[in-house]
């Protein structure tokens, strides 16, 4: 019990010397670390505070007197000062070890990142969190920085306060004036902002525009760079947004520093994918804009993972209290999630995000920033509530259906996946029935519907390719039997009026109904300069990939001559609308 209590003493000793060290110098450690490893008992001469002179020479800060308040019993604050750090005075540094290793025991100095942040994220680290050399290193780190932050907390202040101008490169650099960039932070505000409300409000507030430049540089490019990339009269505006927003990005991916508001900045460029829609007619369409947009998600998922946001998808009592900004950073995973499954189903790659996963029930009242402020406002809670619910509907099919290639094909030949799109089906239509009826703007209204009919589409096309591939299958081996010689791999003719022998019938003519549905909404709803050009790229591609199926459908024999002339106009206004879309 004795060489118990001495070993916890020892352990002690030696924790406060690792703080003395990053403190005030390395010549406590070595005296300190080699007693501790001898397994010698240490011996200190008991000195009091003022014969210590644990301030290093700073003046010993004086207690307020009732003489030194205003009268009611507070004291006064000078100007420029905040309460908190003019009454508390500068903590001792031998004393600021215990707060710093346990941010529950004084929530004064513990930041908002002391909630749930991962080993690696940047919020106080505790004891009970030591998993890793990472942990390790983060709370020697912690010890060390928070006395120093203490010391230095009015000069921080008043610093802040004393920043009037636009701390921003372009505007340094004269390439943007504070003007322009309020101009196209409005722009975005009213064009691009509602079909992905992820940008938080005091952003787009142009008051904040000073805070947003100096804190938030990499979501105020992005959205700058979003905000300009149809402006084809000024392409310096685009240009230099677009350069100051790689070299960010750049520093990113060789391991700069990011938070929250990085995340939000590239999903933003995945969802719109500036730099491809500004590339040169005959460069775009191999593929450019899917990488652009893989490469933007994937490493906003690595940031977030690392910040640990992924543990902000289930609510714990006291996040509010402990991270102010708990709210945003779940709406950011959830986005993540979004972002990640629409774009890997469009690409037809795996998955990234792990959560929320079907299980996480989240609604429309757990994104409070959302939500409607007067009765007037647009609901972008109910609309990212529904959203969610459809994108976690896509990534059940995916996993399903298409993850596999190998069982696919089997499931293709076999036929044991009808059970399965049954299932869907029911599952697509109840969440019709419940989102159908939503009362939102037209343009909104059409990109919920046509996410709807597109997943309509991915998952009754499953049946009309397994169909396909069973006929032609048959037909090659027929062939072999008669020693045919091969042809080149053209789309064949498969069907010869006999549709509705088949027995996916009903989920050819469900998927060619979900395809015209597309182009319809895209042709009658969605005007193509104020509405579809500014919508995220993932719509663009909804009517691509339904046209092009269409014209599959028309060369295996599954329209009808009256049908296949009707469908031909259809996908030549479509194209037409798509053109003047354009930038």
């Not at 491809?276 to 998922?301: F, I, N, Y």
């Not at 709803?525 to 028309?554: G, H």
């Not at 009808?560 to 469908?567: F, G, I, M």
């Amino acid at each position: 019990m004795a060489s118990s209590k001495l070993h916890a003493k020892d352990v002690k000793v030696q924790v406060r010397s690792v703080s003395l060290a990053a403190i005030t110098g390395a010549r406590y450690w070595k005296a300190d670390t080699l007693r501790f490893w001898q397994g010698g008992k240490r011996e200190r001469k008991k000195r009091s505070i003022d014969d210590a002179d644990l301030g290093h020479g700073l003046p010993v800060p004086r207690t307020p007197r009732l003489e030194d308040t205003g009268g009611d019993g507070s004291p006064e604050v000078p100007t420029g000062f905040d309460t908190v750090s003019s009454v508390i005075s500068p903590p001792n540094p031998a004393l600021f070890i215990d707060p710093a290793l346990r941010s529950d025991v004084n929530p004064l100095y513990s930041g908002p990142g002391a909630t749930r942040e991962s080993s690696a994220g940047s919020g106080n680290i505790t004891f009970n969190e030591l998993q890793n050399p990472s942990d390790a290193l983060g709370i020697l780190a912690q010890i060390a920085s928070d006395g120093e932050a203490a010391y230095s907390n009015h000069r921080h202040i008043t610093h802040i306060n004393s920043q009037n101008t636009l701390d921003y490169p372009l505007v340094a650099d004269g390439r943007l004036s504070p003007s322009r960039i309020i101009g196209l932070l409005q722009r975005y505000k009213y064009v691009y902002h509602p079909y992905f409300p992820l940008v938080p409000a005091a952003t787009l507030d142009s008051a904040n525009l000073t805070k947003t430049a100096r804190e938030e540089k990499h979501l105020l490019t992005a959205i700058l760079v979003i905000a300009s990339r149809d402006l084809t009269d000024e392409p310096n505006v685009f240009t230099a947004c677009a350069e100051y927003m790689r070299s960010l990005v750049s520093c990113l991916a060789a391991g700069g520093p990011g938070n929250v508001e990085t995340v939000e900045a590239l999903l933003l460029l995945a969802e719109w994918t500036p730099y491809t829609s500004r590339s040169d007619a005959g460069h775009v369409g191999r593929g450019e804009e899917d990488r652009e947009a893989w490469m933007h998600v994937g490493t906003a998922l690595r940031i977030g993972y690392y910040l640990g946001l992924d543990r902000y998808s289930f609510a714990v009592r006291g996040d509010d209290i402990k991270d102010p900004q708990w709210q945003r950073k779940r709406l950011v995973w959830t986005a993540c999630y979004i972002s990640d499954r629409q774009i890997s189903i469009r690409l037809g790659r795996a998955f990234w995000s792990r959560g929320p996963g079907p299980l996480t029930t989240l609604r429309k009242e757990d994104f409070p920033s959302l939500a409607a402020a007067t009765p007037g406002d647009e609901d972008f809670a109910s609309i990212f509530q529904a959203t969610l619910e459809l994108t976690l509907l896509f990534s059940n099919v995916h996993d399903v259906l298409y993850s596999n290639p190998g069982n696919s094909m089997r499931s293709h030949l076999s036929g044991g996946y009808i059970k399965y799109i049954d299932d869907f089906r029911s599952a697509i239509y109840g969440w019709k029935s419940v989102w159908g009826t939503l009362t939102c703007s037209p343009n909104l209204k059409a990109t919920l519907l046509m996410s709807y009919d597109y997943l309509r589409l991915y998952t009754n096309a499953f049946a009309f390719h397994a169909t396909l591939k069973r006929a032609l299958a048959s037909q090659e081996q027929s062939g072999e039997n008669h020693k045919q010689p091969k042809t080149p791999s053209v789309p064949q003719r498969v069907f010869y009026n006999n549709v509705g022998a088949v027995g996916d019938a009903r989920f050819i003519y469900e998927g060619l109904n979900a395809a015209k549905s597309i182009l319809s909404m895209c042709n009658t709803f969605v005007d193509p300069e104020k509405a579809l050009r500014y919508m995220p790229l993932r719509f663009y591609l909804y009517c691509v990939y339904s046209a092009v199926f269409l014209y599959r459908a028309r060369c295996a024999g599954v329209l009808s001559a009256d049908e296949e002339n009707s469908v031909r106009q259809m996908v030549t206004e479509t194209v037409a609308r798509l053109e003047r879309s354009g930038i």
